[in-house]
């Protein structure tokens, strides 16, 4: 089992890009979520999901997309980058949701 | 909207020493109550986790309690060691179908040699 994993690891984007951040889990979790922790802080909710088809806002969704297709797959878009969204973006999983959460390895991202 | 404080934000005990760091939350409907660790440059991984059922839990050094009146619950950590020097986040949620979680804003803890 791989768990979760994301790509990239790190990127840097020029103000009014876009991208797409990548989630996979291989344990046929349920549950997948996206936070954001920004340096010194903790982690705050974007999105989440409770089953493929099935998405829902966080804390923190504003500048932020997502869709789930299928179960292993979670992806975060970010449209029109701005400063503000210089983060570390964590995805995680569970097998339902008031359960263990298990963590990525997360990505670095600067927006310049 | 829901929140959760935690304290103190930066904790340094000596090590063989306890540390002990509270959280506060304000969904009175919360039932689920997990503590995350985050070493410096890794993923946060799950510790320990309470609900509303128990006042009280442990596993080895670490130990949480709930108090489900004061709305409040802690995590104590006894005879601290070098490798306890982490970030560590309390989180709140529902036991329901759609539940989200909400952490607190986490407590960096130290170990002294």
């Known amino acids: 089992n791989a768990g979760v994993t994301q790509t990239p690891k790190f990127r840097i984007l020029k103000i009014g890009q876009s991208m797409t951040l990548q989630c996979t889990q291989d344990?046929?979790?349920?549950?997948m979520y996206w936070y954001r922790q920004d340096p010194g802080m903790g982690l705050k909710l974007i999105y989440y999901s409770v089953g493929a088809g099935i998405t829902d806002k966080g804390e923190v969704p504003n500048g932020y997309n997502v869709s789930r297709s299928t179960t292993e797959d979670f992806p975060l878009r970010l449209e029109l980058a701005a400063p503000s969204q210089t983060s570390v973006y964590f995805c995680?999983?569970?097998?339902?949701?008031?359960?263990?959460?298990?963590f990525g390895p997360g990505t670095r991202l600067t927006v310049l | 909207g829901e929140n959760v404080e935690q304290h103190p934000s930066t904790l340094s005990v000596q090590e063989g020493d306890s540390a002990v760091i509270k959280c506060t939350y304000s969904d009175s409907a919360s039932n689920y109550f997990p503590w995350y660790k985050q070493e410096l440059g890794k993923r946060p991984q799950l510790i320990i986790d309470?609900?509303?059922?128990?006042g009280e839990k442990k596993d080895q050094r670490i130990a949480v309690t709930l108090n489900k009146t004061a709305k409040h619950f802690s995590l104590h950590i006894t005879e601290t060691q070098p490798e306890d020097s982490a970030v560590y986040f309390c989180a709140a949620s529902r036991y329901s179908s759609a539940s989200k979680i909400i952490f607190g804003s986490g407590t960096r803890l130290s170990i002294r040699p």
């Open positions: 309470i609900r509303s059922n128990v």
């Open positions: 995680a999983s569970s097998i339902q949701g008031p359960n263990e959460q298990f």
């Open positions: 344990m046929n979790h349920n549950y």
